[in-house]
Structures are given as structure tokens and as C-alpha cells.
């Protein structure tokens, strides 16, 4: 069972490229999430889908973009990378909302030169 | 702003010994989680705690909920090297449309 997917895994940008992470997950979860991972911070939201059809911003969404594709997949987007988003981004999924159980991805390290 | 507090950040157990990793958090929850994350791998859930009083048990980890205090503690008895790894605690606010606030993550490494 493969859980969450995400790729790449790794990444290497020049400032200004552009890039999309994609994230799928086969556990017929409805809610979603992108987090960054930096060290000392912990884990920090940058969108979330709620559901099919949604999405939502979260707490440091600016320079990103995401789109929801399906039910199984939500991939994040960076349209003009910056050395601040050198990171590891995790996507994760929960069945719903408000359980706020999440599953994990193995994660993507991003770094932005 | 729902803000969640870990302390330690960073803690060098010696094995055998016992030790306690605290979470505190500015607001009322509806839950908390703690996860173990293996250096350069994912976030794996250990335990969700639920109401107060919660206590939760697994191998040598126990973590409990004081909702009252705000507080949540994750004990540590006779640590092993196979606990080295990074714990977070992520509360699940009231209110919060399902979105988990992390504390800044405690690194344990465990030493003979």
C-alpha cells in the first residue's frame, strides 16, 4: 500500500525557475495538505484542500500555488523560486477535515540557488 | 494564533534513563498528535490524545493531556538508542477547519 506519493524527491532550482511537486495519495482521503519543514520551525502549512474541488491557503502561501486535481492527487507549484524556499516539503492527507490525523509523504527537498 | 511550545528542543538522553519532552499551546483543542520523524524521512504518527486526562502507552513512550494546563507531556522510560530521533507535538485547535499547528520539533539523541 503506497500511502502518500510524492516527487521528486529531490531538486535542485535556479532562482526564477518555475517547478510543480505532485502528491498523490491512494488511501481515498478527502483533505489534503502541503506543509515546509526548516529546521528550528517545525512544520508550517502552505495550503490545504479541504475536499474535491477546494483549496484553501495556509500559514505561508505566498510564492506558491496549488491546484486539486482529483480526489487522489494535489500538487503545490512554485512559479518564480526564491532561495527562501530552499525547504523540504511534505504532503500529507487526512480522511477528513476534522480528524486532522495526517499520513505523511516521505517529503521533497527543494533547494533554490 | 494558536501557538504550540515544545521544550526541550534539543535533548541528549543517556540509555537507561528517563526523561520527559512537554508541549504547551495557547488555546482550547480539540485534539493533539505526537509524531517521530527519523532523520531525512517522514512524519510517523505515535499518538493522538483526545479529552483530558488522556493517556496513551506505547513501548517505552507514554504521552498524556492536561487540557486544562494546555499542556502535554511525552515521557521517556529507559531510553534506547532506537528512540533517537526528532518528536514533534501538533495541536488540532478548536475552530481550526482541520489544520494541525506543530511545535518546533525535539531532537533526541540517545547515547550509551
Known amino acids: 500500500n503506497a500511502g502518500v506519493t510524492q516527487t521528486p524527491k529531490f531538486q535542485v532550482l535556479k532562482t526564477g525557475q518555475s517547478m510543480t511537486l505532485q502528491c498523490a495519495q491512494d488511501?481515498?482521503?478527502?483533505?489534503m495538505y502541503w506543509y515546509r519543514q526548516d529546521p528550528g520551525m517545525g512544520l508550517r502549512l502552505i495550503y490545504y484542500?479541504?475536499?474535491?474541488?477546494?483549496?484553501d491557503k495556509g500559514e505561508v502561501p505566498n510564492g506558491y500555488n496549488v491546484s486539486r486535481l482529483n480526489k487522489r492527487e494535489f500538487s503545490l507549484r512554485l512559479e518564480s523560486a526564491a532561495p527562501s524556499q530552499t525547504s523540504v516539503y511534505f504532503c500529507?492527507?487526512?480522511?477528513?477535515?476534522?480528524?486532522?490525523?495526517?499520513?505523511f509523504g516521505e517529503g521533497s527537498r527543494l533547494t533554490v540557488l | 494564533e494558536l501557538k504550540v511550545e515544545q521544550n526541550p528542543l534539543f535533548l541528549s538522553m543517556q540509555e537507561g534513563k528517563n526523561y520527559t519532552i512537554y508541549c504547551n499551546y495557547s488555546?482550547?483543542?480539540?485534539?493533539l498528535y505526537w509524531y517521530r520523524q527519523d532523520p531525512g524521512k517522514s512524519l510517523e504518527s505515535l499518538f493522538v490524545?483526545?479529552?483530558?486526562?488522556a493517556v496513551k502507552q506505547e513501548g517505552r513512550l507514554m504521552a498524556s493531556l492536561d487540557t486544562k494546563a494546555r499542556l502535554s507531556t511525552l515521557h521517556i522510560t529507559a531510553a534506547v538508542h532506537d528512540l533517537s530521533a526528532t518528536y514533534f507535538c501538533?495541536?488540532?485547535?478548536?475552530?481550526?477547519?482541520?489544520?494541525?499547528?506543530f511545535g518546533a520539533g525535539t531532537q533526541v539523541v540517545v547515547t550509551p
Open positions: 500529507a492527507s487526512s480522511k477528513n477535515r476534522g480528524t486532522g490525523e495526517l499520513f
Open positions: 488511501m481515498n482521503h478527502n483533505s
Open positions: 484542500s479541504a475536499s474535491e474541488g477546494t483549496t
Open positions: 488555546t482550547t483543542s480539540d485534539r
Open positions: 490524545l483526545l479529552s483530558n486526562g
Open positions: 501538533a495541536v488540532l485547535a478548536t475552530d481550526s477547519w482541520g489544520k494541525l499547528q
